[in-house]
């Protein structure tokens, strides 16, 4: 009954997701993706026609310099300016000289330029073969006769060049040849000749799109705009590029179709993916269904108290990813448990090898008050001082509790009373030095945590190497950590012996080195470290022995 139930209510809202999905799907895709996809496209042809415009603009702007250059030719200068006498042999030789260097210009530039000849100030073409005649009298460059004009483009002309290749549509580029040698003393004009061919076959790429081309003053060297009529076809733009102005319309005919097929694609694919997975989703909804009694029942294994529930689904969707996180969860519960009773396990196992060593403390102080009476009836103050500090170290190492605090300050007092006993029964214990930081004398850290790493170098470094010793204490803050350090100049170890050392630290079942061993367990109870005790040293040379913590870290 529960599967039927759950079953209609998955199935309900699926088919209305479904239904939702598809509307709201349509919706995106006439309200928002079809005018986005279509600025796209336009955007696409208008990047085109600007690139391919630059691009002419760039070859005319070449044109130019190219032309000013020439006009700055030794050849056309010397002719212009030598002026021969028409009808003489000097003169004729010289237009033919002239004529085949710009030839010369005409080859080296490119296929572009038709032809380029030189007028002369009355508007004569200079010239073997009358091609040209006078300009001046041609309307197309007459506004270059005119007083005060200047260099530029004309309009687009047919141009018949006769019986060399017939009539061609072509735009002239007139440049004043200037005097080199003078200041704007104008002798003559030069004359290039561009085929509008070769712009055409570049500039027409796409029937959907058309471009005109027109100089600053006005000249109109590229028109495939008005030869297709300027009716609003589409969008249409004029632009400004480096002082030439480029129109340019797009036919949105073609555009349109093509987003009317792609919506209608669209839509077809939504309906298709739709279908395809509405089917699907209710082909799973059987198989979610079982699963997730299973981990209803596990659940409530759990909850009831077992730790060893482990459900096996292999269903290969999200109820399977469930089961595993179920499943890792169980464990990770059973192994914290047994971690939790494992770390109390050795906190009592290290309360127990503390205590290992406690004697009963009333028969401790009541025998050694008994020899501080006996030391003062005969007067003897070093066995008084030596009992009294004894007593006072065994109260302190007599306390079990294993995370009681002290202050810097009293545990050097400690140390100093523990180095006191030493001295008096063994010859070469030296004083300790200490160098704390200043500001660190009340920073509390673990109660007589020091008292085992000073035995320890003591007695397996200070007493064998029969020398006088040292043994230093080292307390600092360094990055947010307080730093500990005990070193000696004693014997030392060998790197085997170190390495052994090591493990001893670390290991959980110890013989010897336990008060090394403690020290590790204590920090790494209290501060929580992973591995705080590191020991170094080296055969002869003493060894060194440093643990640290967070300074404000709570215990």
């Known amino acids: ?8 209510k998955i199935f309900l809202v699926m088919l209305a997701s479904i239904v939702s999905c598809v509307l709201v799907t349509s919706g995106v895709i006439y309200l928002y993706m079809k005018p986005v996809i279509e600025n796209s496209l336009v955007e696409k042809k208008k ?8 691009q002419e603009i760039n070859i005319l702007e070449e044109v130019v310099t190219y032309a000013r250059n020439i006009t700055f030719d030794d050849t056309v200068q010397g002719f212009l300016k030598a002026r021969p006498q028409e009808e003489s042999y000097e003169y004729f030789a010289g237009i033919l000289t002239m ?28 010239e073997t073969v009358n091609t040209y005649g006078n300009v001046k009298e041609n309307e197309n460059y007459r506004k270059f006769f005119l007083e005060g004009s200047e260099a530029g483009f004309t309009s687009g002309f047919e141009q018949d060049y006769y019986g060399v290749i017939g009539k061609k549509d072509t735009v002239a580029f007139v440049n004043p040849v200037y005097d080199k040698n003078g200041i704007k003393n104008e002798i003559g004009k030069l004359i290039v000749l561009l085929d509008m061919d070769k712009m055409d076959t570049r500039l027409v790429t796409d029937e959907d799109v058309y471009l005109k081309i027109a100089a600053s003053d006005g000249a109109v060297i590229f028109d495939h705009l008005t030869a297709n009529g300027e009716a609003g076809k589409g969008y249409a733009e004029e632009i400004d590029i480096d002082g030439w102005k480029v129109t340019y319309e797009i036919d949105m005919t073609e555009i349109t179709d093509v987003m009317g097929k792609m919506s209608g694609l669209v839509i077809m694919i939504i309906t298709v993916i739709l279908c395809s997975v509405s089917f699907l989703t209710l082909s799973l909804l059987g198989r979610l269904i079982a699963p ?6 596990g659940m409530r294994h759990v909850s009831g108290g077992s730790r060893k529930e482990h459900i096996e689904i292999h269903t290969g969707d999200e109820c399977e990813d469930a089961a595993n996180v179920f499943n890792e969860m169980v464990e990770s519960i059973d192994l914290h448990t047994k971690e939790l009773i494992q770390s109390e396990k050795k906190q009592f196992d290290l309360q127990i090898k503390t205590l290992s060593y406690q004697l009963n403390p009333h028969f401790i102080y009541n025998t050694l008050n008994a020899i501080i009476c006996l030391a003062r009836r005969h007067k003897d103050e070093e066995i008084i001082e030596l009992t009294r500090a004894f007593i006072g170290l065994l109260q302190l190492l007599l306390r079990t509790d294993l995370q009681a605090m002290t202050a810097v300050e009293k545990e050097m007092e ?17 004083d300790i030095t200490w160098e704390v930081q200043e500001g660190l004398g009340s920073q509390k850290i673990p109660r007589m945590i020091l008292y085992p790493l000073v035995e320890n170098s003591v ?12 043994i230093c204490i080292a307390i600092t803050e360094r990055d947010g950590r307080i730093c500990v350090t005990v070193s000696d100049n004693g014997v030392g170890c060998t790197r085997e012996q170190l390495e052994e050392i090591r493990g001893w630290i670390g290991s959980e079942k110890v013989e010897d080195h336990v008060g090394l061993s403690n020290v590790n367990q204590r920090i790494r109870l209290i501060y929580d470290e992973e591995q705080p005790l590191t020991v170094s040293g080296k055969e002869g040379e003493g060894m060194v022995i440093s643990f640290s913590f967070q300074k404000n870290k709570k215990v």
């Open 292 to 297: 997730l009694d299973t981990l209803i029942s």
């Open 414 to 430: 400690y140390i100093n009373n523990y180095v006191n006993v030493l001295q008096i029964c063994y010859r070469n214990v030296p």
């Open 99 to 126: 004529e085949r260097k710009l030839k010369e210009y005409c080859m080296v530039y490119g296929s572009l330029i038709r032809d380029i000849f030189v007028v002369d100030e009355e508007g004569r073409a200079l």
């Open 1 to 8: 009954m529960g599967r039927t139930k759950l079953f209609r």
């Open 459 to 470: 007695f397996h470094g200070i007493i064998p190497s029969e020398r006088e010793g040292c």
């Open 47 to 54: 990047n085109t026609l600007r690139n391919l415009s630059r």
